[in-house]
């Protein structure tokens, strides 16, 4: 990329280490070519390395281990369509490597643990996700990752993850409420007692009133809907599935939520369930299923969290080609 974008659309996704942050980028990158997104790592504003870190007795979830001002100058200089000087931290060395030029593209993303923490950062968003997955799901997750591919025990994992809970609900968890969506992944109501965490209920919360996002609804906007999609047209092993929708409150914002709990066979059948599902931002019919259908392999495309991140890709894409229009309009409107 080498000219300055005429507008740069912001978007931020964030949550814990561990929560698929990296998986819904790849779905986005998917959406929009890496030609168009340029993503920072917020960790690399760290302002203290990790030995700093360890001889204050902070973690870095903690707002005294990250610089908020240098973070606001430059999400706002690439906002602007400038160039930065991003600081680099390393998490190999757990040291702050010489910064990197980062040029900006029309769609910049931001992502990690605090993008919505600094109330600057914050209102230069143009949309926002929040991934907040449950302790226990997390749990599971980062055993099956941190275990298989990163040699730690189970009670390093568990020691790792409990350590960060105060930091975690004191500085991260609290953002949701800025969100304009949030996924929220939960064991499932499906199975009582289940302690394995494969299957899961997902929730997609969106939030009401958020000028051009139109949250998708089932069925019939407004109402609240129970739905056991099972049948012909959807093939469901044990447990099953269950889908909700309806309106509701979250942080004192009216939203509403669409909830999945089960896990699909068959995932071209999910185009049963994109049938009944309306303002979607699809482009063309089928492109949710479509979607999904690209990256079977990701984690999370047999359930909710992969439809919802696929939607709320589709919602970013949609608040990206509102933004350039309106631009276009605009530049438009003053040539004439
Ligand atoms: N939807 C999902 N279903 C099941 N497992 C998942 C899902 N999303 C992520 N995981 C598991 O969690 C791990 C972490 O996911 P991912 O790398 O996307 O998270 P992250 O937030 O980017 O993590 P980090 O910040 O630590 O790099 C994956 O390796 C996978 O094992
Ligand atoms: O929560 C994290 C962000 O993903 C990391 O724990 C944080 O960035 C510190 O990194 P490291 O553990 O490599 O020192």
């Not at 010489?98 to 931001?110: D, T």
């Not at 931002?281 to 909710?304: A, V």
């Not at 919602?315 to 933004?323: D, F, I, Q, W």
Request: glycine share 8%; with cysteine; charged share 25%.
């Amino acid at each position: 990329m080498t000219s300055k974008p005429d507008r740069v659309v912001l978007i931020g996704v964030a949550g814990d280490s561990g929560c698929g942050k990296s998986t819904f980028l790849r779905r986005l990158a998917d959406l929009f070519g890496e030609e168009l997104m340029t993503v920072i790592c917020l960790d690399d504003y760290h302002s203290l390395d990790r030995k700093q870190r360890k001889e204050q007795g902070v973690t870095a979830l903690n707002p005294k281990a990250n610089n908020f001002d240098l973070m606001y100058e430059q999400v706002k200089a690439l906002k602007e369509g400038q160039e930065i000087m991003k600081p680099i931290y390393n998490h190999e060395t757990g040291m702050i490597d010489p910064p990197e030029l980062i040029k900006p593209s029309p769609i910049v993303v931001i992502e990690g643990l605090h993008p919505m923490y600094d109330e600057r950062v914050r209102s230069l968003l143009d949309f926002s996700v929040y991934l907040d997955i449950d302790d226990e799901v997390k749990i599971a997750w980062k055993i099956q990752r941190d275990m298989a591919e990163r040699g730690h025990t189970y009670e390093d994992v568990l020691a790792a993850i409990n350590s960060r809970r105060p930091d975690f609900q004191a500085y991260i968890d609290p953002q949701k409420q800025y969100a304009d969506a949030v996924i929220a992944v939960l064991p499932t109501q499906l199975i009582p007692d289940d302690k394995e965490r494969k299957v899961l209920r997902v929730q997609l919360i969106q939030k009401d009133g958020v000028e051009g996002f139109e949250p998708a609804f089932l069925f019939d906007e407004g109402s609240t809907i129970d739905w056991i999609p099972c049948g012909r047209k959807l093939t469901c092993s044990y447990p099953g599935i269950k889908m909700h929708y309806g309106p509701d409150t979250y942080y004192g914002h009216s939203a509403s939520i669409l909830e999945v709990d089960g896990q699909f066979d068959r995932l071209e059948e999910v185009i049963y369930i994109e049938n009944h599902l309306s303002k979607t931002s699809t482009k063309f019919y089928g492109e949710l299923t479509e979607l999904l259908l690209q990256h079977k392999e990701y984690p999370g495309s047999n359930n909710g969290t992969g439809l919802f991140q696929v939607l709320i890709g589709l919602k970013m894409r949609a608040t990206y080609e509102r933004l350039m229009g309106v631009q276009s309009q605009m530049a438009k409107a003053s040539a004439n």
